[in-house]
C-alpha cells in the first residue's frame, strides 16, 4: 500500500503544477519566461534520455522473459511505436487554436498583470452580453484540452512510479516541468473569460487534476486484472514500451517547441542537455 501511496502522490504533485504556472502567468513578466525554456528543455531531455536508455530496454527485458529475445525485442518496438500512435492520437483530437501548447504573446499575457480586462475587451462586453459566455466557452474547452492530454500522463507517471520508484521520481520532475507552461496557457483564455484570476487558477488547477484521475484508473485497473498484485511481465514490457513511446511524442512535439518559443539563443539546448546529464547521473548513483 506504501508503494501505491507513493506513486499516487508523485502523479498528484506532478499534477499540481499546472497551478504554479497559473500563479506564474499572473507575477512574472513576458519578459522572464526565459527560465521557462530551459526548464522545458530540460525536461526534454529528462524524458529523452530516461526513455531510450532505461524505459525502453526494461521493456524488452520483461518480454524477453515470455516471448524470447527475438519476439520480445520485435513486441517491444511495435508497442513503443503504439504509444506514439496513442498520444498522436489524442493530440489530434485538440484543435491547433486551442492547443495548450501554443506559447501565449505578451499582448495576451498583458492583462494577467493588470487589474481587470483589456478596455476594448470590457467595451466589446458590455456591447454584446453573448462575448462573455463564448469566451467563458472557449476558456473551458482550453481547461478541458489539457485535462484530456494530461490523463495519459497520470497513468505514464504512477506505473512509471509502482514498477520502478526511481523512474517514477525521474517522470514525475520531467511531467511537473513541462505542465508549469501548460497553466500559463490556460490561466490566459479562463481569465479572458471571467476576468477573475481566482477562477483562472482554479481551472488552471483543476486540468491537472486529470492526473491524479489517471493514477486511480491505473490503480483500478491494477486491482482488477491481479488482484492488487503485480502485472505479469508481458503486461509490464508493453506498458514499459508504451510510455516510452507517449514520452519520446511529448518531448520532440510539445517541450522542444515551447521551449525554443520562449527562450533565446541555446537556451533550448542547454535545458536539453543538462537534463539528460542529471538524468544520467542520478541513475549511475542510485
Excluded: C
Aim: overall charge negative; charged content about 10%; glycine content about 12%.
Amino acid at each position: 500500500m506504501n508503494d501505491v501511496l507513493f506513486a499516487f502522490g508523485l502523479t498528484l504533485l506532478a499534477g499540481m503544477a499546472t497551478g504554479i504556472g497559473s500563479v506564474i502567468a499572473f507575477f512574472a513578466d513576458r519578459t522572464n519566461y526565459r527560465f521557462l525554456s530551459v526548464s522545458t528543455g530540460f525536461s526534454a531531455g529528462v524524458m529523452i534520455y530516461v526513455s531510450f536508455v532505461e524505459i525502453f530496454f526494461k521493456g524488452s527485458e520483461s518480454l524477453a522473459q515470455v516471448y524470447g529475445e527475438g519476439t520480445g525485442e520485435w513486441i517491444n518496438t511495435a508497442f513503443f511505436f503504439g504509444g506514439i500512435a496513442l498520444i498522436a492520437a489524442i493530440d489530434h483530437l485538440i484543435p491547433p487554436a486551442e492547443n495548450p501548447h501554443e506559447p501565449r504573446t505578451e499582448e495576451e499575457t498583458a492583462p494577467l498583470h493588470g487589474t481587470g480586462l483589456p478596455s476594448a475587451q470590457k467595451a466589446s462586453s458590455v456591447q454584446s452580453g453573448s462575448n462573455d459566455k463564448s469566451l467563458m466557452r472557449t476558456g473551458l474547452f482550453t481547461a478541458l484540452a489539457i485535462g484530456i492530454h494530461n490523463f495519459p500522463e497520470g497513468l505514464v507517471t504512477f506505473l512509471a512510479a509502482l514498477q520502478d520508484p526511481k523512474l517514477g521520481v525521474a517522470i514525475a520532475i520531467a511531467i511537473a516541468l513541462h505542465n508549469i507552461p501548460e497553466g500559463i496557457s490556460v490561466s490566459v483564455p479562463i481569465f479572458y473569460a471571467t476576468g477573475k484570476r481566482s477562477k483562472a487558477f482554479t481551472y488552471s488547477l483543476l486540468s491537472g487534476m486529470a492526473e491524479p484521475v489517471g493514477a486511480i484508473m491505473a490503480y483500478g485497473a491494477l486491482r482488477l486484472f491481479t488482484g492488487g498484485g503485480e502485472f505479469p511481465p508481458a503486461v509490464t514490457g508493453a506498458l514499459f514500451a508504451v510510455v516510452a513511446g507517449i514520452m519520446v511524442y511529448i518531448s520532440l512535439d510539445e517541450l522542444l517547441p515551447t521551449s525554443r518559443a520562449y527562450g533565446k539563443g541555446h537556451d533550448s539546448l542547454i535545458g536539453l542537455v543538462t537534463g539528460m546529464a542529471v538524468m544520467a547521473l542520478s541513475l549511475l548513483l542510485l
